[in-house]
């Protein structure tokens, strides 16, 4: 069964300092990954998406993440972070083998951004 | 492109009534929606798939006939909740699918906010 871990449940930085979001994933088969922002009281937004193209994913707002199967891992980063960036964070992974699977979410991760 | 939206934003209503949270695609169209509860602080909770013209799918230990759920037309999916109780207040957020690029996106509403009193 597909399952995604967040490793850490809140991250503090600092304005312009870089940022990093720690995902790790269990999966039988060569899952599909994606990192969704959500905003206090907003819906979730898609930030970047993994589907076994590319292993350095871009997403919008400068946010990247790199998929690493040796590490079962798939880190969000940014260089450097912005007020407007403290949110939510889910990453998520589909489940079972096929495309249509449903999403399985992370616990999420409390991103705060310091002045 | 692929707008999703939720009405109403936020409701409060009365133990034992029923209210209803409609989702719709504004640009695009979905044969398959997801409804979603989220609790505060927590992650999201699939409750349910809808396909349109067809049955819903629920996930387990979330009850069918509290959580009626419509899906007429491909922009548009309903989400009744029947004789509603303050355990039913929480976030409750509209998913539609899309294909794009080369696999399957997901799009989410804003979220409807049910409080029951």
């Known amino acids: 069964a597909q399952s995604v871990t967040q490793l850490d449940s809140h991250v503090s930085v600092s304005e312009g300092t870089p940022v990093l979001l720690r995902c790790n994933y269990s999966?039988?088969?060569?899952?599909?990954l994606f990192w969704y922002v959500q905003h206090p009281n907003k819906g979730l937004q898609l930030l970047l998406k993994?589907?076994?193209?590319?292993?350095l994913v871009k997403g919008i707002n400068g946010f990247e993440a790199e998929f690493k199967k040796s590490e079962t891992s798939f880190h969000l980063t940014k260089p450097s972070a912005h007020m407007s960036d403290a949110a939510e964070y889910f990453c998520?992974?589909?489940?079972?083998?096929?495309?249509?699977?449903?999403?399985?979410f992370g616990q999420g991760t409390t991103l705060q951004v310091k002045p | 492109g692929a707008v999703v939206s939720q009405h109403p934003s936020w409701v409060i209503c009365k133990s034992g009534t029923s209210v209803k949270i409609e989702c719709r695609s504004l640009?695009?169209?979905?044969?398959?929606m997801f409804w979603y509860r989220q609790f505060p602080k927590q992650s999201l909770m699939l409750m349910a798939t809808?396909?349109?013209?067809?049955?819903?799918?629920?996930e387990q230990g979330v009850e069918k006939d509290k959580f009626l759920i419509n899906h007429a037309s491909l922009t548009l999916s309903t989400l009744t909740v029947t004789s509603a109780h303050p355990e039913d207040s929480s976030f409750y957020i509209c998913?539609?699918?899309?294909?794009?690029?080369?696999?399957?996106?997901?799009?989410f509403g804003p979220g409807t906010r049910l409080t029951v009193t």
């Open positions: 640009d695009f169209q979905a044969t398959t």
């Open positions: 998520v992974v589909r489940g079972i083998s096929s495309n249509t699977g449903k999403l399985i």
């Open positions: 993994y589907t076994s193209a590319a292993t």
């Open positions: 999966s039988s088969y060569s899952p599909s």
């Open positions: 998913s539609a699918r899309i294909y794009r690029g080369n696999s399957y996106e997901q799009y």
């Open positions: 809808s396909n349109e013209g067809s049955k819903a799918t629920y």
